[in-house]
């Protein structure tokens, strides 16, 4: 990973604001001086405004999945936490310097003596000293061999910066990953009670019906009761959708970092797109570029450094070091009292003999080497565990679209079939709200079958890294804020090596949209 492109992650995600400063972040009015930005052909986004409310930004209008994402990128709170620890390792970077480069102290002092040293020699008082003495110097300390642990800490350093930046690209993917989710989420909750308005509607219907057929005796009481109770059932059903797709949008808030009193509309449904993969150039997509690997390979090296530098502790440490002065009285003549400089330099070796301590860190060290050498080993297991479940989820949730479009297909025939027959007196209410209710469910299951399948592609996006951004050939010459958040989305096959190639959608069933 090349230091332009670890700039350019760190950069993007407070840089993002740039891409969604034309959206709803206030409801009534615009700022100051604020331009109106032209809106994306999937939704009409409103304008900024100055709507901040406890420390969030309040939106409203329209957003499609692509701004969910943009505004998650931007406010999410977690994933201004993993940005923060870019400056943990610029730090460490700096202090790893600070033990191979030399260090320079200055120093200064003054002292007055109460009495001057003196002795006579042949009736001659001769004083050794100053009343008023002062000083002024300044020492420089290099350290030149240190067993290999100066090396192993600047190494060591620049690990963590890699690491540090697999983790905002891990944060990031993460942030997409639940945004994408909630999104989706919130969309099928929404269609749930369209679908749970529809059947009460219905009933509502047949019961008018089922009273008018009883003022002229075709009906019974029995008849009008059963009604009632469907129209009851259903009303409770309803609620209960409604509550769930009120819990998926304050999520989906939650997850973009806005304030819980914004008023957005969702205009991106989940899409059936049937999707063919390559297992295997699947497991070596992520093995080569999920978050978490390259975190633990890292993690391996980092550690690594972590054992040369208990092992240096058994190599002699040698220091140079260089002391200028310049003090009054003379530093060679203490009995002229007079400005005067002195300098000293020199080499100092330590070596440790016996240090029962060194072998305990050393022993402590080397085992955490080892464990992370295992965990390295769990992390490559689980990135080949979560391609082969996303897969196999996306072959079942697949078979279910296709079945549950063809059962709506059936379910909605079957409705026709039998208000037809309800009304040439050849089947009896029971049978009429068996359909209806048939039909209904076909509906929730058609729905629910389609969020099954997006969150499969989404799972399987997830599973092989694609979620988490990846350097562009020319990093050095992106803007921040061009980061393609549909790339990372949905990528075609030249951007996945043929892994992941994404089929034409079919036609939804005529009755999905009813």
């Given at each position: ?6 700039t350019?992650i760190?950069?993007?995600?407070p840089f993002?604001?740039?891409g969604?400063s ?8 615009l ?6 930005r032209?809106p994306?052909?999937q939704a ?5 405004g100055?709507?901040?409310e406890n ?6 209008g ?7 994402v943009?505004?998650a990128?931007?406010y999410?709170?977690?994933l201004?936490?993993?940005?923060q620890?870019?400056g943990v390792a ?16 200055l120093?200064?002092?003054y002292?007055?003596l109460d009495?001057?040293p ?13 009343l008023n003495n ?5 020492t420089v ?7 290999g ?5 600047l ?9 540090t930046d697999?983790?905002?690209?891990g944060?990031v ?6 945004t994408?989710?909630?999104?989706y ?18 009933s509502r219907?047949q019961?008018?019906d089922?009273?008018s ?6 009906a ?6 059963r009604?009632?109770v469907d129209?009851a059932n259903?009303?409770?059903e309803?609620?209960r959708?409604a509550n769930?797709h ?7 808030l939650?997850t973009?970092g806005?304030?819980?009193?914004s008023?957005v509309?969702?205009?991106d449904?989940?899409?059936?797109h049937?999707l ?8 070596e997509?992520?093995?080569?570029d ?5 975190g633990?390979e890292l993690?391996?090296g980092?550690?690594?450094q972590?054992v040369?530098v208990?092992?240096s502790?058994?190599w002699?440490?040698?220091?140079a ?11 060679h003549?203490a009995?002229?009292?007079e ?10 070796l330590?070596?440790?003999i016996?240090?029962?301590?060194r ?9 955490l080497?080892e464990?992370?050498?295992i ?6 297991q689980m990135a080949r565990?979560?391609?082969r ?18 059962n709506l297909?059936?379910a909605t025939e079957g409705?026709r079939l039998a ?7 050849t ?5 009429l709200?068996?359909a ?12 629910r ?5 997006a969150m499969?592609?989404?799972e399987?996006r997830?599973a092989?890294g ?14 921040p ?5 549909q790339d990372?989305?949905?990528?075609g096959?030249?951007?996945t090596?043929s892994a992941l190639v994404?089929e034409?959608p ?9």
């Amino acid at each position: 990973m090349t230091r332009s492109f670890r700039t350019l992650i760190l950069l993007t995600v407070p840089f993002l604001v740039l891409g969604v400063s034309g959206q709803s972040f206030g409801e009534d009015e615009l700022p100051s001086g604020g331009a109106t930005r032209q809106p994306s052909p999937q939704a009409t986004v409103a304008t900024a405004g100055d709507g901040w409310e406890n420390g969030a930004v309040r939106i409203g209008g329209e957003i499609t999945l692509e701004d969910a994402v943009k505004l998650a990128l931007t406010y999410n709170r977690n994933l201004k936490i993993a940005v923060q620890e870019r400056g943990v390792a610029e730090g460490l970077i700096t202090q790893a310097w600070g033990e191979a480069l030399p260090v320079v102290s200055l120093n200064a002092n003054y002292i007055r003596l109460d009495e001057v040293p003196s002795f006579e020699i042949a009736d001659r008082h001769i004083t050794i000293g100053s009343l008023n003495n002062y000083s002024a110097g300044v020492t420089v300390d290099q350290p030149v061999f240190r067993g290999g642990a100066v090396r192993a800490g600047l190494r060591a350093a620049e690990l963590y910066e890699a690491l540090t930046d697999e983790q905002i690209r891990g944060a990031v993917q993460e942030v997409v990953y639940l945004t994408v989710a909630a999104y989706y989420r919130a969309q099928l909750g929404r269609q749930e009670h369209e679908v749970a308005q529809s059947y009460v509607n219905q009933s509502r219907t047949q019961l008018a019906d089922v009273q008018s057929k009883k003022k002229y005796g075709v009906a019974s009481e029995f008849n009008v009761l059963r009604a009632e109770v469907d129209v009851a059932n259903s009303e409770t059903e309803m609620i209960r959708l409604a509550n769930n797709h009120d819990q998926a949008a304050a999520a989906l808030l939650r997850t973009m970092g806005v304030s819980q009193e914004s008023n957005v509309t969702l205009v991106d449904d989940p899409e059936y797109h049937p999707l063919t993969i390559d297992e295997q150039q699947a497991v070596e997509l992520a093995l080569a570029d999920r978050p978490d690997v390259l975190g633990a390979e890292l993690g391996v090296g980092l550690q690594e450094q972590a054992v040369a530098v208990a092992k240096s502790r058994y190599w002699p440490e040698l220091d140079a070091f260089f002391t200028y002065r310049n003090a009054r009285p003379d530093p060679h003549v203490a009995t002229l009292d007079e400005w005067g400089d002195a300098w000293s330099g020199g080499l100092m070796l330590r070596w440790t003999i016996f240090d029962r301590g060194r072998t305990g860190r050393l022993v402590v060290e080397r085992a955490l080497l080892e464990q992370q050498r295992i965990g390295l080993s769990e992390v490559r297991q689980m990135a080949r565990f979560d391609v082969r479940s996303a897969h196999l989820n996306l072959i079942n949730a697949d078979r279910a679209v296709k079945s549950q479009g063809r059962n709506l297909e059936r379910a909605t025939e079957g409705q026709r079939l039998a208000n037809v027959s309800f009304r040439e007196g050849t089947i009896d209410q029971v049978s009429l709200l068996d359909a209806t209710t048939a039909l209904a469910e076909a509906g929730l299951l058609y729905y629910r079958s389609i969020f099954a399948h997006a969150m499969s592609r989404l799972e399987l996006r997830r599973a092989t890294g694609l979620l988490a951004p990846t350097a562009p050939p020319d990093a050095g010459s992106v803007e921040p804020a061009q980061l393609d958040v549909q790339d990372l989305l949905e990528a075609g096959p030249e951007q996945t090596g043929s892994a992941l190639v994404s089929e034409p959608p079919p036609n939804p069933p005529p009755a999905a949209k009813e």
